[in-house]
């Protein structure tokens, strides 16, 4: 089994807003069983068949059989990536500005030092 987590079908899975609120659901709420999970979407059981099945593709959710009900879990270790990814942007833009700004400041110590 590949643990690498493809980023652009991770992004891909989570650009639909359907399956946005599905991870964001199981986020708050924990497990889910499928049928509860559909509740709020008012979509065949198809549809959000395939939903789900774009996320456990993505890696994002893993389905498990409890007695009668097909369950539905993050499998938040596949988040790490993402948020590794996340984090080395974060960290790129945070430097780029504050190197912005230093700039920005020595700019105009030199207006305010031409203008006295």
């Known amino acids: 089994m590949n643990t690498q987590t493809n980023l652009p079908e991770v992004f891909g899975a989570l ?8 991870v ?3 986020l708050k709420e924990g497990d889910l ?7 709020p979407f ?3 059981a198809p549809a959000i068949s395939r939903h789900i099945k774009l996320l456990e593709n993505a890696g994002l959710i893993e389905r498990r059989i409890e007695k009668q009900w097909r369950v539905c879990a993050l499998k938040k270790d596949r988040f790490a990536d ?4 996340i984090e080395r942007y ?3 833009w945070n ?11 020595k700019q105009q110590g030199e207006e305010d030092d031409s203008s006295r």
Do not use: N, Y
């Open 82 to 85: 993402l948020h590794q990814w």
């Open 24 to 26: 964001e659901r199981l």
């Open 33 to 39: 069983p499928v049928g509860q999970l559909a509740e």
């Open 90 to 92: 974060r960290t790129f």
């Open 15 to 22: 650009a639909d807003p359907t399956r946005f609120a599905i």
């Open 42 to 44: 008012k979509m065949s």
């Open 95 to 105: 430097t780029s500005f504050d190197r912005l700004e230093a700039l920005l400041d």
